[in-house]
């Protein structure tokens, strides 16, 4: 829990230089599973949805975006599943799993 709660502060701080929009922080619990993903919500109501793993990616995390996806529709942009791996790796057309480093480096 001590990634997700550093990925939030990184996310939800009152300066974000990743964002020149102003968003909406929220999160999403699936009807089945454990896994919440955090939702950051621009303009118009478009979504991504972000999922931190302690480990690789597993099938939870990547459910849970998927359940997001078919919720939200239109209105999802992607899902990110931030892990310890090494690579980026597709899951679906917008899902990927993505290296927690990746926040200090994009």
Request: hydrophobic share 40%; proline share 6%.
């Amino acid at each position: 829990h001590a990634r997700q709660r550093l990925v939030w502060c990184q996310t939800s701080g009152p300066a974000r230089p990743w964002s020149s929009t102003p968003v909406k922080l929220s999160h999403f619990c699936p009807r089945q599973g454990n896994q919440c993903v955090l939702v950051v919500e621009g303009g118009e109501g478009r979504s991504v949805g972000v999922v931190v793993k302690a480990s690789n990616v597993d099938r939870a995390g990547v459910a849970a975006l998927r359940e997001l996806a078919a919720e939200a529709g239109s209105r999802f942009l992607r899902g990110v599943v931030l892990c310890c791996g090494g690579d980026v790796v597709p899951f679906a057309k917008h899902i990927k799993a993505i290296p927690l480093s990746a926040i200090w480096k994009w």
